[in-house]
């Protein structure tokens, strides 16, 4: 295979008026982000991802704000089961905030240009009048903006919802003091007084024909605008060395691994979906539903721009791996590890239980935020959230996380989910996300095949562990039956069938989720599920839908179908920058679902889900291009440098037969699926080995370090 990398990335391009910031260039580092764009006036929207209202809600407080008194009123009394534990979300608060925009006395024509470069987060802005250009640093929480003469003024907006004193509506708000605006000099700045969490603003610094931009936040706002000032004049001093390291960062993030794939729109996608993590999973906080791109259009943002992490949150860090993004992925499980002390609060007050009790939709300090709460206070969805730990640990193979970091994590959920069982003789109700919705339908009277997925994995991965670090395993031997109708499909549950066309496939979460049921071992299962699936169709889908589709055909090796489904997202549900839009909102009659509401998750699972037609790693198992349409096997296929169990690294092509090569580090046992072929050449440590094997075997290669030029 051939080393050399090179930075294919696309450059997004429009022209004429942008008017609404959903259809805008975006700037991110991670921490600190960026919408560009304009109808009249040159807007830039602002964002910082710890930019929150974390008041608790009132609800919160109350004494029967409790486990024990949901199931009570999941049973007797369901209007006030509603009232406390759904309506809560109503409140304005905690929500993620909006920082407020800039706004350049600019105008914006049918001629304006725009542009920005993927590989390095570089825009332009080009008119008659003016040509910009900036970026934000990698870095620094930064916005550059470059070739901007001094007499452009620049003024802020800031939402309407910050200061509105409504409590429900469309207008409901956070009632804040009335921003205040100071000129000083070459500086600029806002401030935003809030409640309970100090003071946020935006700070400009003028100097030469550039501006220099930052959101700040502290509960001392004079040191805090200081410590801006401060950011703002080194950077304009430094800024060529700070570019330097911006550019190369960029370039260290997308060296990990490159692919190379006959589809334009399809590759399109993929690129802003590697841009997209990269902006947002780079520094304290992982990517929330919107990231640092809240939406700016004056109103609360949607579903409080929060943290879902019943599915939303897992579609955001599932595609790092394979792509090697360790240092970006890791952002997550560092979060998680820092939350541990308010998971054990939350389990204590909550759920009455020792370990962890990781809320299914949370605030970014991990408050209970409620709001369809089968699913959103359902403790299995810890379980989910928790699996990010053995996920790193699977890929990177660090032995020490393992000890230090994921047993002790997982085994702090287990506390928690066998606490509650204990006391109830089982999981305290059953649900399955988001199947019956908000209504009496959505819980079942007997365990969803949800809830049994978690569990088996949960128990399967600790007793792993056990084995694995030589210490007593008291979690062996638990194992609950999924409910399987006569057809041989998966149930929802044992009272109930997956029966119409429904978002969310989590009632075979089990499948490729978790890997519980692989196709080595049950592959016909799988595939009658994936056919019930197609049955029902997708009228009732959204954007995610449709990604997670094409894993599950991945997964059982079905490329046609893989390919089918990304391309029925990138058609009908991706706006043209690359944001997904949730629902058909072209309607092309994929969907009927209205819910016109861009979030990051989608876009990014977008990127596994092409990875998992390149390369399958089910449970470690290598498998080369297991899910490629003809079309790709005819025009040739490649990519480089995806990983797979234990840090391996492997490169591959597909045309006219397929050579690969795997670089394994930690020198651990290899495992491919063989659909290379019934004679296998391969060249390992510099001597050739023929191997025999049947198509569809599993070839373990012991102590090898390098595997070259496999061939059919």
């Known amino acids: 295979m051939d080393d050399c990398f090179s930075l294919d990335l696309p450059i997004l391009k429009k022209d004429g008026r942008i008017s609404e910031w959903v259809d805008a260039l975006m700037l991110g580092n991670g921490f600190f982000g960026a919408l560009l764009y304009g109808k009249n006036k040159l807007m830039f929207?602002?964002?910082?991802?710890?930019?929150?209202?974390?008041?608790?809600?009132?609800?919160?407080?109350?004494?029967?704000?409790?486990?024990?008194?949901?199931?009570?009123?999941?049973?007797?009394?369901?209007?006030?089961?509603?009232?406390?534990?759904?309506?809560?979300?109503?409140?304005?608060?905690?929500?993620?905030?909006?920082?407020?925009?800039?706004?350049?006395?600019?105008?914006?024509?049918?001629?304006?240009?725009?542009?920005?470069?993927?590989?390095?987060?570089?825009?332009?802005?080009?008119s008659s009048d003016y040509k910009l250009n900036g970026y934000i640093d990698k870095n620094k929480d930064v916005l550059v903006i470059l070739g901007l003469r001094k007499d452009?003024?620049?003024?802020?907006?800031?939402?309407?919802?910050?200061?509105?004193?409504?409590?429900?509506?469309p207008n409901k708000g956070l009632g804040?003091?009335?921003?205040?605006?100071?000129?000083?000099?070459?500086?600029?700045?806002?401030?935003?007084?809030?409640?309970?969490?100090?003071?946020?603003?935006?700070?400009?610094?003028?100097?030469?024909?550039?501006?220099?931009?930052?959101?700040?936040?502290?509960?001392?706002?004079?040191?805090?605008?200081?410590?801006?000032?401060?950011?703002?004049?080194?950077?304009?001093?430094?800024?060529?060395?700070?570019?330097?390291?911006?550019?190369?960062?960029?370039?260290?993030?997308y060296s990990t691994s490159s692919i190379s794939i006959p589809d334009k729109e399809l590759k399109r996608q993929y690129d802003l979906g590697r841009y997209f993590f990269g902006c947002n999973s780079n520094h304290d906080y992982p990517v929330s539903l919107q990231g640092v791109w809240t939406k700016n259009d004056g109103q609360m943002p949607p579903w409080k721009g929060d943290y879902h992490a019943d599915i939303n949150l897992q579609m955001s860090y599932e595609s790092y791996m394979k792509n090697g993004n360790f240092l970006e992925g890791k952002v997550v499980i560092d979060y998680l590890w820092r939350m541990r002390?308010?998971?054990?609060?939350?389990?204590?007050?909550?759920?009455?239980?020792?370990?962890?009790?990781?809320?299914?939709?949370?605030s970014i300090d991990g408050q209970i935020l409620g709001g369809w709460p089968m699913y959103s206070i359902n403790p299995a969805c810890g379980i989910w959230t928790a699996k990010a730990f053995d996920d790193y640990y699977r890929y990177t193979g660090d032995i020490d996380f393992l000890k230090e970091y994921a047993f002790p994590f997982l085994s702090e959920v287990e506390k928690n989910i066998s606490g509650l069982m204990e006391r109830y003789g089982g999981l305290p109700?059953?649900?399955?996300?988001?199947?019956?919705?908000?209504?009496?339908?959505?819980?079942?009277?007997?365990?969803?095949?949800?809830?049994?997925?978690?569990?088996?994995?949960?128990?399967?991965?600790?007793?792993?562990?056990?084995?694995?670090?030589?210490?007593?395993?008291?979690?062996?031997?638990?194992?609950?039956?999924?409910?399987?109708?006569?057809?041989?499909?998966?149930?929802?549950?044992?009272?109930?069938?997956?029966?119409?066309?429904?978002?969310?496939?989590?009632?075979?979460?089990?499948?490729?989720?978790?890997?519980?049921?692989?196709?080595?071992?049950?592959?016909?299962?799988?595939?009658?599920?994936?056919?019930?699936?197609?049955?029902?169709?997708?009228?009732?889908?959204?954007?995610?839908?449709?990604?997670?589709?094409?894993?599950?055909?991945?997964?059982i090796g079905k490329g046609e179908e893989a390919y089918k489904y990304l391309d029925i997202f990138v058609k009908a549900?991706?706006?043209?920058?690359?944001?997904?839009?949730?629902?058909?909102?072209?309607?092309?009659?994929?969907?009927?679902?209205?819910?016109?509401?861009?979030?990051?998750?989608?876009?990014?699972?977008?990127?596994?889900?092409?990875?998992?037609?390149?390369?399958?790693?089910?449970?470690?198992?290598?498998?080369?291009?297991?899910?490629?349409?003809?079309?790709w096997k005819d025009e040739g296929v490649s990519f480089t440098n995806l990983r797979g169990f234990n840090s391996t690294m492997i490169s591959a092509s597909h045309k006219d037969g397929i050579r690969f090569e795997i670089v394994n580090p930690l020198n651990k046992p290899i495992k491919i699926y063989n659909n290379l072929g019934e004679t296998i050449k391969l060249e390992i440590d510099g001597q050739i080995r023929t191997i025999n094997a049947k198509l569809g075997d599993i070839i373990e290669l012991e102590g090898c370090k390098i595997v070259r030029r496999g061939a059919m």
């Open 341 to 362: 002390h308010k998971y054990k609060e939350n389990a204590k007050t909550f759920c009455e239980t020792d370990g962890y009790f990781i809320p299914g939709v949370m």
């Open 45 to 126: 929207s602002l964002d910082r991802i710890d930019l929150w209202d974390t008041r608790p809600y009132e609800v919160s407080k109350r004494k029967d704000f409790t486990f024990d008194s949901m199931l009570n009123y999941i049973k007797n009394d369901w209007d006030k089961y509603i009232d406390v534990f759904d309506n809560c979300y109503n409140s304005p608060y905690p929500s993620k905030l909006h920082a407020g925009s800039i706004v350049l006395d600019l105008e914006i024509d049918d001629d304006t240009e725009w542009s920005l470069d993927l590989s390095d987060g570089k825009f332009k802005v080009v």
């Open 429 to 555: 109700f059953h649900s399955s996300p988001e199947l019956g919705d908000n209504s009496k339908d959505s819980i079942f009277s007997t365990q969803s095949n949800f809830e049994t997925g978690l569990l088996n994995y949960l128990y399967r991965t600790l007793s792993e562990y056990c084995s694995i670090l030589g210490i007593e395993d008291k979690y062996k031997d638990k194992k609950w039956e999924y409910s399987i109708n006569d057809k041989g499909e998966m149930r929802i549950c044992e009272s109930k069938d997956y029966s119409e066309s429904h978002r969310h496939f989590s009632h075979i979460l089990s499948e490729k989720n978790l890997e519980n049921l692989t196709p080595f071992e049950n592959y016909d299962q799988i595939c009658r599920d994936f056919a019930v699936l197609e049955k029902y169709g997708t009228s009732e889908w959204v954007a995610f839908s449709f990604t997670e589709m094409s894993q599950f055909a991945s997964y």
């Open 176 to 253: 804040y003091e009335k921003t205040l605006f100071v000129e000083e000099g070459d500086f600029s700045y806002s401030v935003q007084k809030t409640i309970i969490d100090g003071y946020f603003g935006i700070v400009i610094y003028r100097a030469d024909n550039a501006a220099y931009v930052t959101v700040y936040k502290g509960n001392d706002d004079k040191k805090a605008i200081e410590e801006a000032k401060d950011l703002l004049k080194e950077y304009h001093l430094y800024r060529n060395s700070f570019l330097i390291k911006h550019i190369e960062n960029w370039r260290e993030y």
């Open 152 to 169: 452009i003024k620049i003024d802020f907006s800031m939402p309407e919802y910050l200061t509105s004193n409504e409590i429900d509506g």
């Open 573 to 631: 549900f991706v706006n043209d920058n690359g944001f997904d839009m949730n629902e058909d909102f072209k309607h092309l009659g994929y969907s009927e679902i209205s819910s016109h509401a861009f979030t990051l998750d989608a876009d990014i699972a977008f990127v596994k889900s092409i990875n998992d037609m390149l390369l399958g790693t089910v449970r470690g198992v290598i498998c080369l291009f297991p899910a490629i349409p003809q079309k």
